[in-house]
Nanobody
Framework: HVQLVESGGGSVQVGGSLRLTCTFSGKTYSYGLAWFRQAPGKEREGIAAVDFEGNPSYADSVKGRFTIAQDNAENIMTLQMNSLKPDDTGMYYC????????????????????WGQGTQVTVS
């Protein structure tokens, strides 16, 4: 069983930056990891992933602004978010699943069974 805890959310001005961290524990070898977000009144969307082969992928809405990274030695995954916009506001979740391959596509919610509780990001 994989446990995930997000941190690093907060309030930031338009154009600012935030770095989210997902700390994971449990057996994560050969797991793919991803970040999702859910804006008020909207469905949860996948925004960035690193699959079990280490390949990153991004949703078009964040490409060029967000960077996902994984550090297995520290058991963390990060999401560096730059040039933030009001549309980036939402609850951000990290997720993990065994042997997920995302290729060049944004992650899909139904591919992941392990989720954190989320961290709020507000851009205004």
């Amino acid at each position: 069983h994989v446990q995930l805890v997000e941190s690093g959310g907060g309030s930031v001005q338009v154009g600012g930056s935030l770095r989210l961290t997902c700390t994971f524990s449990g057996k994560t070898y050969s797991y793919g990891l991803a970040w999702f977000r859910q804006a008020p009144g909207k469905e949860r969307e996948g925004i960035a992933a690193v699959d079990f082969e280490g390949n990153p992928s991004y949703a078009d809405s964040v490409k060029g602004r967000f960077t996902i990274a994984q550090d297995n030695a520290e058991n963390i995954m990060t999401l560096q978010m730059n040039s933030l916009k009001p549309d980036d506001t939402g609850m951000y979740y990290c997720a993990a699943e065994f042997s997920v391959v995302t290729g060049c596509a944004a992650p899909l919610q139904h591919d992941y069974k392990n989720w954190g509780q989320g961290t709020q990001v507000t851009v205004s």
